[in-house]
């Protein structure tokens, strides 16, 4: 055999084995579906976290997660208070159509009558048709009664807290004075909230203190048993809502103060989950997102967070009230970078059925969008734009860059009354992300295109009966 003929030989050999390898490896790869893990914080700030800026509170898994992943900037929640927020990142939806939004309640009291409507679907109902394991961890908000609790919207598992961490509070003490107290006289005990298992209490009043580790524990321990099926968590933090507790490990030891001890604790968890992944040999075909439902909770001074250079905060329609710090985590998965595109947590409905290979229902308006040519290519982001209801109004609408506010009002006592604009304040949120310079006059062009668009939204909506006005 002459050398070449032999060299020849090799090369088909080497090619053949290559190619058996390859082939393989990605058969391997397309064989394991993705598992989903969803961390949202509750009223966390836009410049709450190290990699977002913030100049005291030590964030480092977070950070870790913005570096090794994608770092989103121009990511909004579906609504700036709770209860609505979380129908729509749970539905994909604007909360307006599934009517878990309202203008006589903002959120969901542990006496309201109702919850997510039945016909609505959940993220985890769209994956338990593709044989997900689902578990929802922390606080719910959609609904106390056993027919709204997660164990009825798709998850097999619940444990946590199924609203907000300030409501049941004790009789005698008033809560106005909640928000002038200091730190030291703030106990858990004085917020009669339940603890549930599924649809049982567990443990009431919840002991908050210790309520942050416990989720992120309860999280970690649901991915080893589960880590041989796919699985899809949804961890939902009661915290940093106000009032804030950390537990001993974390108390006192933030610069930041307690705000920055709740954050650092919710930080550690995040390192947790990343490092069970990791060791699990999942972090390849799981993807985990970080956001919050709302921004800052401002009057509360030092125990809210901070918008960092955005307007305003929670409840309102300011981009400090939408806009959050968010970051997508998926080593081998996720193409690392800075996202400047428009994202919204309504996408993630949209963007995970498609991952898992389940489809859109068609017999809705679904607000999301695929976002994953942007996650695994860095692709543009299909979104481009945003609509910023207030209960059911809408009060302002992103447009690209330009926002234009046809009305805007402030919340919990601060950023003023209710007040309509004709023509519509207009800002350029590239240029311009803090909201400072009214352009409108110059671009009537621009307004016109964006009442079309509003035009078009109109046309399409059919507003949901409203669940959160009535109490018991
Ligand atoms: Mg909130």
């Known amino acids: 055999m002459t050398t070449t003929k032999a ?3 090799l090369y088909f050999f080497v090619s053949i084995l290559s190619c058996l390898f390859f082939n393989n490896t990605l058969i391997s790869q397309d064989s394991k579906p993705t598992n989903f893990v969803i961390i949202f914080a509750d009223d966390l700030g836009y410049g709450d976290l190290g990699t977002f800026g913030n100049p005291t509170i030590k964030t480092p898994n977070l950070d870790k997660m913005a570096h090794e992943g994608q770092k989103w900037t121009n990511f909004y929640a579906g609504a700036s208070v709770c209860t609505p927020s979380r129908a729509a990142i749970l539905t994909g939806r ?11 309640q903002r959120v969901l009291f542990p006496d309201s009558k109702y919850g997510l409507p039945a016909n609505e679907i959940t993220l985890a109902e769209q994956l338990k ?14 609904g106390h009664k056993k027919q709204y609790l997660p164990t009825n919207n798709g998850f097999d598992y619940y444990f946590g807290i199924p609203y907000s961490n300030d409501m049941d509070r004790i009789q005698g003490e008033e809560y106005k004075n909640y928000w002038e107290r200091s730190n030291d006289s703030i106990k858990t005990e004085h917020f009669n909230v339940p603890l549930l ?30 880590k041989n099926k796919p699985f899809f968590v949804y ?5 940093p809502h106000v009032p804030l507790f950390a537990s001993k490990d974390f108390l006192g030891k933030s610069e930041r103060g307690l705000y920055g001890d709740v954050l650092e604790e919710i930080d550690n968890g995040v390192g947790k989950i990343l490092e069970t992944l990791q060791k699990e040999g999942l972090a390849e075909n799981t993807i985990v997102v970080f956001t919050s439902d709302n921004g800052p909770w401002l009057p509360f001074k030092l125990n809210g967070g901070s918008a960092g250079p955005l307007k305003a905060g929670k409840g ?16 081998g998965q996720i193409k690392p970078g800075t996202i400047m595109d428009i994202g919204s947590t309504m996408d993630l409905f949209t963007t995970f059925s498609k991952i898992a290979g389940v489809e859109i229902p068609k017999d809705r308006v679904i607000d999301g969008v695929d976002l994953s040519p942007t996650l695994f290519k860095r692709e543009e982001s299909p979104r481009k ?9 809408i009060y302002a609408v992103r447009s690209e860059n330009y926002k234009a506010h046809f009305v805007t009002q402030g919340a919990y006592g601060q950023f003023g009354e209710r007040e309509e604009h004709d023509p519509p304040l207009l800002y350029n949120l590239g240029e311009d992300p803090s909201e400072q310079f009214n352009i409108a006059e110059k671009h009537p062009d621009v307004l016109e295109s964006i009442n079309e668009l509003i035009d078009q939204h109109r046309s399409k909506l059919i507003k949901g009966k409203d669940q959160l006005a009535d109490r018991e």
């Open 7 to 9: 060299h020849r030989k």
């Open 94 to 104: 604007l909360p307006v159509r599934s009517g878990m939004a309202s203008n006589k």
């Open 129 to 142: 048709t593709v044989g997900y394991n689902t578990a929802c961890i922390g606080k719910w908000h959609l």
């Open 197 to 226: 298992r599924n649809t049982e209490i567990i443990e009431r009043p919840a002991d908050q203190n210790s309520i942050t580790t416990r989720y992120s524990n309860e999280a970690v321990s649901y991915i080893k048993k589960h």
């Open 235 to 239: 961890l939902a933090h009661n915290l």
């Open 316 to 331: 309102t329609t300011w981009e400090g009230g939408m806009r959050e710090p968010t970051l997508f985590w998926g080593p």
């Open 385 to 393: 734009n945003m609509f910023y209801y207030r209960g059911t109004e």
